[in-house]
């Protein structure tokens, strides 16, 4: 039996932590449980799960629909796409069946690169090996998630680069189904004998565009920074944390005039505090932290989500950012050194070290 080998290529990283994963997440589901009812999906599609942050890991290799397990998506810092486009050539040279004069081999494979940030690693000789060996071979679909994702590096791997309005209303329900509606309508055309590029399902207006006519769905075109993640730990459970500030960028309207004037100065608001595995290290980029942000240009307090300490942003002279109950003396639990921690004075901000996103 020929398969229809479809590899979902996942970005994980930490700008995507909050009601993005969660929605990916729900929605591989979603996608299964739709082509489970569809027979021609049923009979060819196999699915595949690649996660990529600073490092790229097959979660679930290429796997029939009826044995599939929607899993969990792990969180990690950086956005390495150089280092998750080797990965995944490695794995359709490992798992996809080629043709030889004796056997037809697996249909032309379909992959969906679903990111929302620029690349954090050197994509150049990646993306050379894509178009000299897999470009013709390969229907490869980049979506850029809020219009986020760098579309010139995405137009360097394929024509087919689209951007996903994340505010929409019902945005990841529609687009779920979109993804959905393409496998069955590829897995039809693969049934009938049909081995061309992928037939994408028609783009919902004020959803999906091409990324030439999506002027209007990248609300952050051309801003560097969307986003200021930071890496925390639980004194208490000694287990990590993301915290996510997103840059406002004047969208936000309050009547509160202290709020006002803090949108006025200040260039991010809080936007999640979650809960991470030890994991995380492991799709993490070495190095540490790149870049800081300074303190006085965040505007909200996140409490712990592992503890729910009240100050999910206490920072220790080491760097490290971990939670507490209040002022006094505390123990950090990145170094373990123990000192006296207070507010910091009205106008005396300090460089907090971020992640790659």
């Known amino acids: 039996m ?36 569809d027979p021609y999906a049923l009979e060819t599609a196999h699915l595949s799960v690649i996660v990529f942050a600073g490092k790229a890991r097959t979660i679930i290799p290429l796997t029939e629909l009826f044995a599939f397990h929607p899993p969990e998506l792990p969180v990690g810092g950086g956005t390495a796409l150089g280092a998750a486009l080797d990965h995944l050539m490695n794995e359709i040279d490992r798992t996809v069946v080629s043709s030889r004069p004796d056997r037809k081999g697996d249909w032309r494979p ?8 620029a690349p954090t690693d050197d994509v150049s000789r990646p993306i050379d090996r894509w178009n000299r060996s897999y470009g013709s071979r390969v229907s490869l679909v980049a979506v850029s998630i809020g219009g986020g994702a760098d579309h010139a590096v995405l137009k360097r791997l394929t024509e087919e680069v689209i951007v996903f309005d994340d505010t929409a209303p019902d945005a990841f329900a529609r687009f779920i189904r979109w993804i959905s509606m393409s496998i069955q309508s590829q897995s039809r055309s693969v049934s009938a004998g049909q081995d061309g590029k992928v037939s994408l399902a028609k783009a919902e207006e004020g959803l999906l565009a091409p990324v030439e006519r999506a002027g209007a769905l990248t609300p952050f075109s051309g801003v ?10 639980c004194a208490k459970m000694r287990l990590p944390y993301v915290v996510k500030f997103e840059r406002h960028l004047g969208r936000f309207e309050t009547r509160d005039p202290a709020l006002a004037k803090l949108l006025e100065t200040r260039s991010y608001v809080l936007n999640t505090a979650v809960p991470v595995k030890n994991s995380y290290f492991d799709l993490t980029e070495e190095g540490g932290a790149a870049h800081s942000v300074s303190s006085d240009q965040l505007i909200g307090q996140p409490a ?21 109950e209040g002022e006094g003396e505390r123990t950090c639990p990145w170094c373990g050194n123990t000192g ?14 971020r992640g790659r996103g």
Request: glycine share 14%.
């Open 224 to 233: 560097d920074d969307r986003f200021a993640v930071f890496l925390g730990r």
């Open 2 to 37: 020929r398969r229809l080998p479809i590899f979902l290529l996942v970005d994980v990283s930490e700008s995507m932590v909050g009601e993005t994963l969660y929605k990916l997440e729900e929605g591989i589901g979603a996608v299964v449980s739709t082509l489970r009812k």
């Open 110 to 117: 379909i992959v969906f690169l679903l990111t929302d940030g």
């Open 340 to 353: 006296h921690y207070g507010s910091a004075a009205s106008g005396a901000g300090f460089d907090i070290g």
């Open 304 to 324: 712990c989500p592992h503890c729910l300490a009240r100050f999910g942003m206490a920072v220790c002279r080491c760097g490290g950012i971990h939670c507490l």
